[in-house]
């Protein structure tokens, strides 16, 4: 997926758990420029050194947990669209991020229409980018 200038996308995946994102890695490296990150504090480096369009981040990360994450991320760029993906998605956690202003919150296991089409459609609101929806939709 190509934003304007012909760039593509940067996504940043922040997960303590390298086979995780491995699994997020394999489904947009093709479409995306990709950064990943071991930690909420070091997502939150990432967010202020370079320029990222999205955020996927774990729930259940040491130190700061994804919801801190996005906390301190929204402070910082609050226009970021920020995922985030627990296996515990409960009503209160929903909740709490929604408050925190996170895009939305997909339970694990996640499939991968589901992290496809929440990335897509947070780029698209985002950014107003109809193609990527269209790419999302031709997953189906």
Known sequence: MRRRGNRPY????ADDDPHFREALRSIFELR?????????????????EQHVD????????EVLTGLETVRIVKSLHELLPC????????DDLRRDAEQ???????????????????????????????????WAASLN
């Open 83 to 90: 995922i985030i993906i627990t296996a515990d998605a409960t």
């Open 32 to 48: 995306f420029s990709l950064v990943e990150a071991e930690s909420g504090e070091e997502a939150i480096d990432i967010v202020q």
């Open 54 to 61: 999205l955020v996927l981040l774990d729930m259940h990360m």
């Open 100 to 134: 925190a202003e996170a895009y939305s919150v997909l339970a694990k296991p996640v499939t991968k229409i589901e992290v496809v089409k929440s990335v897509s459609d947070a780029i698209g609101q985002t950014y107003n980018d109809p193609d990527i929806l269209n």
């Open 10 to 13: 940067e996504l940043l995946i």
